[in-house]
């Protein structure tokens, strides 16, 4: 699931989203960022959030153990 507000933002200002991910590579422990081609927003705001859960997928894809995890409740666990 993802919020649709970044495209609807996108497309009242007139702009494109561009999708980013970020990799950590514990070999060269180091993060790498990847850039991915400018998404220009649709009409519909939920096709424009769909495109960019697709282009998404690659990075996940390739390592999925890293992938974003529900960080409210991760802060909202007491420390041990």
């Not at 996108?10 to 990799?23: D, E, F, K």
């Not at 790498?32 to 997928?57: G, K, M």
Request: aromatic residues 10%.
């Amino acid at each position: 699931f993802m919020q649709s507000g970044p495209a609807r933002l996108a497309r009242i200002v007139g702009v494109p989203i561009v999708p980013a991910s970020i990799q950590y590579r514990p070999r060269q422990r180091c993060h790498h960022l990847y850039f991915d081609a400018p998404v220009f927003p649709e009409n519909n705001p939920q096709h424009t959030t769909q495109h960019l859960l697709r282009v998404l997928e690659k990075p996940l894809a390739r390592a999925p153990q890293q992938q974003f995890h529900d960080i409210i409740a991760e802060f909202s666990r007491p420390w041990s």
